[in-house]
């Protein structure tokens, strides 16, 4: 076989017997096990890659890092994902991927028409277009969504596993560059635990694109040496293709993991705490404005040489370089010994390192100084570049080539440490930002502290290993720092932008959001002059860039159009992710089942084998809210049971009811003191109903609570409510009154309840044995007894949730099955129903008994409720009392709850709907109140609703109207306990 | 083959107290029950038949019973606390027991705890109150498997089997 | 996911915890003796401390203890936990 014309004959570290087949827009190339899929396509010679994000212009690889903009792929196939990193992806046989950007194709893509009309999309577009009219917002929406997308979301699940995993360590190295691999070295070898994590494929960093020397050999043979040890050692992690993208609190970062050690698992989310953490993030090469410095072909000059060294792929094959700094001297050194023809270097200063520029020339390398570009030939294919001299004597110069190599100097990636809660400050230097003091453990090193000598970072990435280590309480002998290549200081002068050969041309600052200088001076024109807001009204550094090339450009452009320095512009605030998060890796291995807990009680098997239709509406419990017979629809399930439990009997599972354990001397006080009602006269094995405040007088929980022994109370509280209302009632014990001797024992799980109501009831518990004696006279409505039913250990109280005859039969947990198959059994003589929760809902809205969140909502009070016969008027504070107090001296009109009774006996007013007065005409005094819930009652023969109303008390009698997004319906107010307003049935 | 190296297992049923007091009531029932309980949370202490007995704070308890005479105990107990401020509750139905094994175990727990589970500082013999997924649970190394018995509400049963199911990844 | 430092338990993270306001905002002693205005200040202006301040916990996933935290809410600094009365 041939090798393309740009891949460089043994050279690199591609597998050159491995090779890969993969498709890209359509097209099937080839590459090699080692190449990113950038690389590959570069080798394979295709310069455009994608459109840009607001005037669809051609674009092709810029970086060979995670700050690329412009190869930004959607994967295809198994693997469906949007918005990959070309120059981060590893090639793999058979990768199947897209531009994300471009319809149809990224050769001719109809977006690109508005290259055309691209004074229409200046800064602040968006604010100004979608100010007026309204109505024409849906319009702009999807026209814009469908030119300016990034990516389609898979229509399919992800393949392959996504899990998260908690980690600690003693010390964390994000980076494994040439200062990150030191620091993990001096921290492992003391013993420490350590994590080392790096966002490439291998260990190395910059150096896996150079040919520096590290004590007299080659620099990857110094990393493979420290790999090995480091491997080696039991209590060191490493992590490779593993981005750390958001550094939080206490130290607590997260990195997202790509192809983790388990082949089954695709990406891995690590959430780490680490004692001591070092930045090793290195820094990345920033571009400078000139007019279409866009065109594919336009590259990075340290991307340019990477590819030639490690990859073995030239990005072009004669190659012009622009700089402002030496930096770049070495990497022009670098394209030519790799075979790329190096015309000329355009240095922006005066005069260079000497020992540079004498290796330049010795490689027949041009050099122009203070010089820059000022045109740039070629708009799908870089053909020739024009040069002209700073000061504009001579006369401009035209140089052909297909590779322009970009270097306005280098950015330390302080996005962690800025995140981390540090302060960036400016340095002249290098005239970029460096991170300012620290401000959780941590320590940056290396490139990522603007210490862009090798030497440096080998000899700081040693010492931060080792102090970390020591501040874990590891100790061990100093390592010596090994000797390196010499390198020239950068010496560079700030460039961000130069002339514009004609005030049309557009020159890029942040490719990613298509920002150009001409939309910085236009926003600073339109009076925004702080960094965050030319951020927003531009979007520049939004988006996948997060201002990793952009930034410190549009920083420096802002602080020459504003007459100030860059330092005292400042960054904007750098945010979580560094690099996109799949939702794959957001959402973990937790779903289905598992998203959210399902609690089960013993019964839940039952329901789920007998037609109970569950319901799954973020409730814990799933309770089921009917019990279908085969057939029977929702209504008719709902009916029936209803019917059952007035006429006949109902057996319903209790058991998700919290249940708290209140014991100790001084729990009547406390209960008491949380109640409204009295509790004193309250007698061992009675229980009574108890309705419980917050502080501000609305309803917090309402339920029955038991009296055990003499200092033993077992309260029970709403299902969903059990953690809130111990959480509350320990807080009054720790807070408020650490005087009352008071213990509160969670015991929700212990006990299964499960309640027959019904008013044949009483012959169903006696059918199924009971050793007591359960005549009305003997166990009175509110009596609470141990004995044993069905021969089971129980505790049997006379409650009631339906206003019916009901025993409520608690059991241990582990016998609540038992016990239930025991009633079922022992009432099939009776037709025992069992019932669900819509039907239990039903059946206390016949009774009006109120609901927390319904008619117990934030505005109402305890009278409102018409529940003010639980208010204790003869005993002292209690929690909500002053609340409740105030309401009345105020006065005023109050959401009183009654009930209603619609006209039409077929209309179920729906639950939120508001009620208006017909009979007036102020505006104001229209809307009333609202309907709290509403139902056929099957028991009743017609519709009934509970509401809220405005003085509604006053009003019982009047007809109003419900308001329903299809009709309007009357209906007259009335008491609200539609059922045995006397509860004659309860006391039986 | 995919999934960690690891097995899950329900125990069997196990009593429980739960047990709160000051310090003369630790003192009084570690001498009821031959077995000290310890001062502090994170700590455990075992007798030669089965019991266990974990701190959750400095006045609250968890006593686990494996011979099914929770009652008696109780009843003991209480004779000998009368006049104490205390609370002993059975809570015997309010736990139930899941054995994680494997050499991966800490692998597929690290999904689900946010504590540290290293061995360097969770043992055999460690045990921790914790988070676990959306629930809690008592946690304690039993052994360098390593073995870890996680110890849930009743009600979270089938949603930490399956939870460490899925950690575990297997078909 | 701030990393609190339980005195029972020992550090732990956020989600572990629910947060029960701040420490100044007691309940007063005799609600009867406040007025109106008084109360209504109590039960609805809350104090949102910058900087410095002291806060209930509770320890939900853990020991179930309320415990007192030091925290900057400038930038989430936090400072060793007391134990309150009832505590030790």
Not at chain 1, 188 to 201: E, F
Not at chain 2, 114 to 131: K, N, Q, Y
Request: glycine fraction near 10%.
């Amino acid at each position: 076989m041939t090798e393309s014309l740009f891949r460089i004959a043994s050279a690199g570290r591609v597998d050159r017997t491995k090779k890969l087949t993969f498709t890209f827009n359509g097209r099937t190339y080839s590459g090699y096990a080692g190449d990113t899929l950038a690389s590959a396509l570069l080798a394979n010679g295709v310069s455009i890659v994608g459109r840009s994000f607001k005037y669809h212009r051609p674009r092709g690889i810029m970086s060979a890092g995670p700050e690329e903009t412009n190869a930004i792929v959607q994967l295809l196939g198994d693997f469906d994902e949007p918005n990959v990193v070309a120059t981060m992806l590893p090639l793999f046989e058979g990768l199947e991927a897209r531009s994300v950007n471009a319809r149809p194709t990224v050769e001719f893509d109809l977006g690109a028409i508005k290259n055309l009309f691209h004074r229409f999309i200046p800064a602040g577009f968006y604010y100004k277009t979608f100010m007026w009219p309204a109505d024409r917002w849906d319009w702009y929406g999807s026209a814009i969504r469908r030119v300016a997308g990034w990516g389609t979301a898979p229509a399919t699940p992800a393949g392959g596993r996504y899990e998260h995993r908690y980690h600690h360590c003693d010390v964390l190295i994000v980076g494994a560059g040439p200062a990150g691999l030191a620091a993990a070295l001096a921290a492992g070898r003391t013993g420490a635990r350590v994590l080392l994590v790096d966002n490439q494929v291998e260990p190395g960093g910059s150096l896996l694109g150079t040919n520096l020397v590290i004590d007299g050999t080659a620099a990857l043979q110094w990393i493979a040496g420290i790999t090995a040890e480091l491997d080696a050692m039991p209590d060191v992690v490493r992590l490779s293709e593993a981005s750390a993208t958001g550094y939080y609190d206490q130290n607590f970062l997260t990195v997202v993991e790509n192809r983790p050690d388990k082949h089954w698992v695709r990406e891995r989310l690590w959430k780490i705490r680490a004692k001591q953490v070092v930045l090793a993030t290195g820094a990345i090469e920033r571009p400078i404005a000139f007019a279409d410095n866009d065109r594919p072909g336009v590259m990075l000059a340290a991307a340019a040489s990477n590819y030639c060294v490690r990859y073995g792929v030239m990005p072009g094959h004669t190659a012009v370089i622009f700089t402002n700094n030496n930096g770049s001297y070495q990497h022009a050194i670098d394209l030519v010994r790799s075979g790329v023809a190096v015309a000329t270097i355009i240095d922006l200063r005066a005069q260079a390192d000497p020992e540079l520029s004498a290796a330049a020339h010795a490689e027949g390398i041009e050099i122009l100084h203070s010089s820059h570009i000022s045109k740039v030939y070629g708009s799908r294919k870089l053909r020739a570049v024009e040069v002209v001299a700073k000061t504009g004597v001579a006369a401009a110069r035209r140089i052909r080539c297909d590779l322009l190599a970009v270097s306005g100097g280098w950015n330390p990636t302080i996005h962690l440490f800025s995140q981390s809660g540090g302060k960036p400050i400016y340095d002249t230097d290098i005239a970029s930002f460096v991170p300012g003091a620290t401000v959780q453990n941590q320590l940056s090193v290396g490139a990522c502290k603007g210490s862009f000598q090798l030497s440096r970072c080998i000899g700081d990435g040693l010492v931060a290993g080792a102090r970390s280590a020591a501040a874990c309480g590891f100790d061990s002998d100093d390592i010596a720092a090994p000797a390196c290549t010499a390198e020239a200081s950068l010496d560079i002068i700030p460039a961000w932008e130069v002339p514009l050969p004609k005030p049309s041309g557009l020159a890029f600052l942040d490719f990613n959001n298509d920002v150009t200088t001409k939309d910085i001076r236009l926003a600073v024109r339109e009076g925004y002059r702080s960094v965050e807001l030319v951020k927003r009204y531009t979007t520049a550094g939004m988006g996948i860039d997060q201002g990793k090339s952009g930034n410190v450009n549009i920083i420096g452009l802002l602080a020459e159009i504003t007459d100030t320095k860059p330092g005292t512009v400042g960054t904007t605030t750098y945010r979580p992710a560094y690099s996109p998060i799949s939702f794959g890796a957001m959402a973990g291995a937790d779903n289905g089942h598992s998203i959210i807990p399902w609690r089960r009680t013993p019964i839940t098997d039952w329901f789920v084998d007998n037609g109970g239709r569950l319901d799954e509406t973020g409730a814990l419990f799933r309770r089921p809210l009917y019990i279908a017979h085969a057939g029977e629809s929702a209504s008719d399930a709902i009916n029936r049971e209803a019917l059952a439990v007035r006429n006949g009997v109902g057996i319903y599972d209790g058991t998700p009811l919290g249940k708290i354990s209140v014991k100790g001397p001084d729990a009547v006080t406390f209960l008491n003191r949380v109640y409204t009602n009295a509790w004193d006269k309250l007698p061992v094995g009675r229980c009574k109903f108890g309705y419980m405040l917050h502080d501000d007088g609305r309803l917090l929980d309402d339920g029955v609570t038991f009296r055990l022994t003499d200092d033993h109370y077992l309260m029970s509280t709403g299902s969903g409510v059990a953690a809130v209302v111990l959480k509350h009632l320990e807080k009054l014990l720790h807070c408020d009154w650490p005087d009352l001797d008071v213990y509160l024992t969670p015991v929700s799980d212990q006990w299964a309840v499960i309640c027959v109501c019904g008013p044949l009831a009483r012959d169903v518990v006696r059918a199924a044995g009971i050793d007591i004696n359960v005549d009305p006279e003997s166990f009175r409505f509110l009596d609470t007894r141990y004995c044993k039913v069905a021969g089971i250990d129980a505790r049997v109280s006379r409650v009631t949730y339906t206003g019916e005859l009901s025993f409520e039969v608690v059991v241990a947990t582990r016998h609540g099955r038992n016990c239930w198959q025991a009633l079922l059994a022992a009432g099939e003589a009776f037709d025992i129903t069992p019932v669900g929760s819509d039907t239990s809902m039903l059946l206390r809205t016949e009774k009006a008994f109120i609901a927390a969140g319904l008619e117990g909502d934030g505005h109402a009070n305890i009278y409102d409720v018409g529940m003010g016969w639980v208010v204790s008027k003869n005993k002292g504070d209690f929690i909500g009392k002053r609340s409740t107090e105030r309401d009345l001296s105020v006065g005023g009109p109050r959401p009183e709850v009654v009930g209603l009774l619609p006209d039409d006996t077929e209309f179920v007013p729906p639950k939120g709907s508001p009620i208006i007065n017909t009979n007036t005409d102020d505006d104001a005094q229209k809307m009333i109140g609202m309907v709290t819930i509403g139902f056929h009652s099957p028991n009743l023969q017609r519709s009934i609703a509970l509401a809220q109303i405005r003085d509604g008390r006053s009003r019982i009698g009047e007809t109003i109207s419900v308001f329903t997004k299809q009709q309007i319906k009357t209906a007259k107010i009335c008491e609200p306990v539609f059922f045995d307003p006397d509860g004659e049935r309860m006391r039986n | 083959m995919a999934g960690y190296d690891a097995t899950v297992k329900i125990l069997p049923h196990s009593g429980f107290l739960d047990l709160r007091g000051n310090a003369v009531v630790r003192q009084i029932c570690s001498d009821v029950l031959g077995l000290s309980l310890p001062a502090a949370a994170n700590q455990l202490k075992t007798a030669t038949d089965g019991r266990i007995v974990y701190c959750i704070s400095n006045d609250h308890w968890i006593l686990q019973i494996v011979d099914g005479r929770q009652n008696d105990v109780l009843r003991t107990l209480e004779q000998a606390a009368v006049g104490l401020s205390h609370s002993f509750v059975d809570v015997s139905d309010m736990y139930i027991q899941i054995r994680l094994s494997g050499p991966e175990s800490q692998e597929v727990l690290s999904q689900a705890v946010s504590i540290d589970i290293h061995p360097r500082v969770f043992p055999p013999g460690a045990t921790a109150r914790a988070g676990f997924a959306e629930t809690t649970a008592q946690l304690h190394c039993v052994d360098d498997a390593p073995t870890f018995i996680v110890t849930v509400y009743s009600s979270y049963r089938q949603y930490a089997i399956d939870l460490l199911n899925t950690a575990i990844g297997a078909a | 996911m701030i990393y609190i430092d339980c005195p029972h338990c020992g550090e732990r993270n956020e989600d572990e915890f629910v947060y029960g306001g701040d420490v100044a905002h007691r309940r007063p002693e005799d609600p009867a003796a406040l007025s109106d205005a008084q109360w209504c200040n109590y039960i609805y202006t809350v104090p949102n401390t910058k900087g410095w301040a002291e806060e209930h916990w509770w320890h939900m996933r853990g020991c179930q203890r309320w415990i007192t935290v030091h925290r900057n809410s400038v930038n989430n600094e936090l400072q060793s936990v007391l134990r309150e009365k009832g505590n030790d």
